[in-house]
């Protein structure tokens, strides 16, 4: 069984390709996407960056903002490769991720991943850190942990 990666994506551009985007088959979001056929282990993860496809949890298009705004969780790892095929197709990325079984967060945004895995003062206090931690609760979530130890 995986550790859960959470995942939230925007993804701007052209407002058709974002409708076709959004109609994807149950657990087929990035297949939709990007097809790699059959599903094989190493072509996932060298495909998209992670093992599996996904299922949205929530999956909406704002027309007039030209964003289609995702959410899912990925095994082990966020979906990195699917994002950089995304940029490479002219498509504004945005995404943040948190896998809190392995400790670590991260922002990609316009070709670049930035990824975090200590969670100190200077991390909550940074940009990302704030954003990080406004999506995810992670100052929260390592509290209650330190409770329970």
Request: proline share 4%; hydrophobic share 30%; with cysteine.
């Amino acid at each position: 069984m995986p550790n859960w990666c959470y995942n939230n994506l925007d993804i701007e551009g052209d407002v058709e390709k974002l409708k076709q985007f959004a109609e994807y088959e149950e657990g087929k979001f990035f297949e939709n996407i990007m097809p790699l056929g059959e599903w094989e282990y190493d072509k996932s993860l060298e495909g998209w960056g992670t093992k599996w496809d996904v299922d949205p949890h929530h999956c909406e298009l704002d027309e007039d903002s030209k964003v289609l705004s995702v959410s899912f969780d990925s095994a082990w790892a966020p979906p990195i490769n699917f994002y950089n095929f995304l940029q490479s197709k002219n498509f504004v990325v945005y995404a943040t991720y948190y896998e809190p079984g392995m400790g670590f967060a991260g922002v990609y945004s316009n070709g670049e991943n930035r990824e975090y895995s200590e969670f100190d003062d200077e991390f909550f206090e940074s940009v990302d850190g704030e954003e990080l931690d406004g999506c995810f609760g992670i100052r929260e979530e390592l509290e209650e942990w330190d409770d329970e130890e």
